[in-house]
């Protein structure tokens, strides 16, 4: 499916999974902006998309996802240069348990603040006209692990709160679809950060236990993420999907039992 004419914004876009999912988006002609923290990263990440999508496909904001007023700019910058949003990827996630509570300002509540910045500018409810948003979880949000507890919670949170939307989306008649991913463990650079003791603080003592979880259930390439990442982008019969990605299973959804009493 062409995405000709529509409108990305991807968060942490500069580098791993984001800057997969920002090249897969250009190839399906999207144009898209990368919003990231990291300015010399995404500057050159920029100048190498130019050069192969050409010029005035892809753009780089510099923001701290944790900065509500910066991010809300950001969404602001994108419909000023674009002249509207119909895509946002909620990805820049750390893994910090040192400094925790920027780990849940981060890869949580920066989550829940992209959500209803996408909705004010795609929402029906304010006049817009639909789109899609993903949100970035994990698969350690169904297998736990003793090295990164404030993580994990973080990504247990994604999911809930990307559920209870999508469900608000639906009764309130959004147009706006609203997904979860939760990847398996993916080659980036974040992965290598696991076993600094300046990110894991008195955890990193587990790091040997994380590694042999690695080794046992293999590392993914970031170009399969964006390959369903893509999935969930284009297919519209889905809506309040829990993706998963791992060796074993490949692309995938988790299943939850019906509602009751
Ligand atoms: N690599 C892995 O094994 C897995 C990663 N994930 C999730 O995927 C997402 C992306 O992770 P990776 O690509 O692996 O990480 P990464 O560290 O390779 O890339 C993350 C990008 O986000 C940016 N970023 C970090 N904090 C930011 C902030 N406050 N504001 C704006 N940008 C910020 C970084 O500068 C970087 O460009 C995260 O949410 C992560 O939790 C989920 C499961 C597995
Ligand atoms: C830097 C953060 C990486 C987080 C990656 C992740 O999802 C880790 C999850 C692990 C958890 O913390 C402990 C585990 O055992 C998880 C392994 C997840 C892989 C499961 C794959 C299962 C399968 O192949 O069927």
Not at 98 to 116: F, M, P, R
Not at 183 to 206: C, H, I, R, W, Y
Request: with cysteine; charged share 20%.
């Amino acid at each position: 499916m062409s995405l000709n004419g529509k409108v990305a914004l991807v968060t942490g876009g500069a580098q791993g999974i984001g800057r997969a999912v920002v090249q897969s988006l250009l190839q399906s002609s999207a144009k898209v902006v990368m919003v990231d923290l990291n300015k010399a990263l995404g500057e050159e990440c920029k100048a190498q998309l130019d050069a192969e999508f050409g010029e005035g496909n892809c753009t780089f904001i510099e923001c701290d996802v944790a900065n509500g007023d910066a991010l809300r700019d950001a969404f602001q910058s994108t419909v000023g240069q674009f002249g509207r949003l119909d895509i946002v990827i909620n990805n820049a996630g750390i893994t910090n348990e040192k400094d925790w509570e920027k780990t849940i300002q981060v890869n949580l509540t920066s989550v829940i603040k992209g959500t209803y910045l996408a909705l004010e500018h795609m929402s029906k409810e304010y006049g817009k006209q639909g789109g899609t948003i993903i949100n970035v979880s994990s698969m350690a949000a169904f297998l736990h692990s003793p090295h990164q507890p404030v993580y994990t919670a973080t990504k247990h949170g994604v999911i809930g709160f990307t559920r209870a939307m999508a469900d608000a989306a639906i009764q309130g008649d959004y147009g706006v679809r609203i997904n979860a991913l939760c990847p398996a463990f993916v080659d980036t650079p974040l992965l290598q950060s696991v076993e600094d003791e300046d990110n894991m603080g008195k955890f990193v003592k587990f790091k040997d236990d994380f590694k042999r979880s690695m080794t046992k259930f293999g590392v993914l390439q970031p170009s399969l993420i964006a390959e369903g990442m893509m999935r969930l982008i284009t297919d519209t019969s889905l809506h309040g999907a829990v993706m998963k990605i791992t060796c074993s299973k490949g692309i995938h959804f988790h299943t939850y039992e019906p509602m009751s009493a």
